[in-house]
T-cell receptor, first 115, second 113 residues
Framework: GDSVIQMQGQVTLSENDFLFINCTYS??????LFWYVQYSGEGPQLLLQ?????NKGSSRGFEATYDKGTTSFHLQKTSVQEIDSAVYYC??????????????FGLGTRVSVFP | GALVYQYPRRTICKSGTSMRMECQAV??????VAWYRQSPQKTFELIAL?????????EQNFTQEKFPISHPNLSFSSMTVLNAYLEDRGLYLC?????????FGPGTRLTVL
């Protein structure tokens, strides 16, 4: 079945550090890939999405490239700030039989940024 | 802008009772609504996907008998957790989608005593 794997459960950084969160996916279809960010007490918010393989998505300094060869969609940011502290979810939505499926989420990575 | 409201935000119910939660889409037409559950220390798990004028599709391990869903129009959906037990506790998330994007509500946090 479909799956999204995030190996890092927690990442602790200082301000201006480089952030890298690993994400790989598995599916037999042609997915759209997402990164969602969830702040404490809120639902997840869309950070970025990429529909086409080998394209890059970017938002608020975050970037992720849809790499079909390695089935990866790693998230990175050059210089994190304290306000980036949140839980980040990699997610995938496949389309089968011309019918959009629900999202498959990874386990999430809690990012804590200290001043 | 597009917003999704969920209510109640938090609720507590006794073991064996039922709890209904609602999802309201504002500013867009929710042609499909997906309900997810985030159990403690786990990720979001899809319960079911509902598309207006189509049958509701439940994922494995979730059934209509346990989680009946109503999606009567393009702005509203509700889901009930019937006969709730401890393993049903968690954050229930509504994701409402139009042609372009999926928008999530803040969730309904269910505690079962």
């Amino acid at each position: 079945g479909d799956s999204v794997i995030q190996m890092q459960g927690q990442v602790t950084l200082s301000e201006n550090d480089f952030l890298f969160i690993n994400c790989t996916y598995s599916t037999t279809g042609y997915p759209t890939l997402f990164w969602y960010v969830q702040y404490s007490g809120e639902g997840p918010q869309l950070l970025l999405q990429v529909t086409t393989a080998n394209n890059k998505g970017s938002s608020r300094g975050f970037e992720a490239t849809y790499d079909k060869g390695t089935t990866s969609f790693h998230l990175q940011k050059t210089s994190v700030q304290e306000i980036d502290s949140a839980v980040y979810y990699c997610a995938m939505r496949d389309v089968r039989d011309n019918y959009a499926q629900g999202l498959t989420f990874g386990l999430g990575t809690r990012v804590s940024v200290f001043p | 802008g597009a917003l999704v409201y969920q209510y109640p935000r938090r609720t507590i119910c006794k073991s064996g009772t039922s709890m209904r939660m609602e999802c309201q889409a504002v500013g867009f037409q929710a042609t499909s609504v997906a309900w997810y559950r985030q159990s403690p220390q786990k990720t979001f798990e899809l319960i079911a996907l509902s598309t207006v004028n189509s049958a509701i599709k439940y994922e494995q391990n979730f059934t209509q008998e346990k989680f009946p869903i109503s999606h009567p129009n393009l702005s509203f959906s509700s889901m009930t957790v019937l006969n709730a037990y401890l393993e049903d506790r968690g954050l229930y998330l509504c994701g409402a989608r139009d042609s372009y994007e999926q928008y999530f509500g803040p969730g309904t946090r269910l505690t079962v005593l």
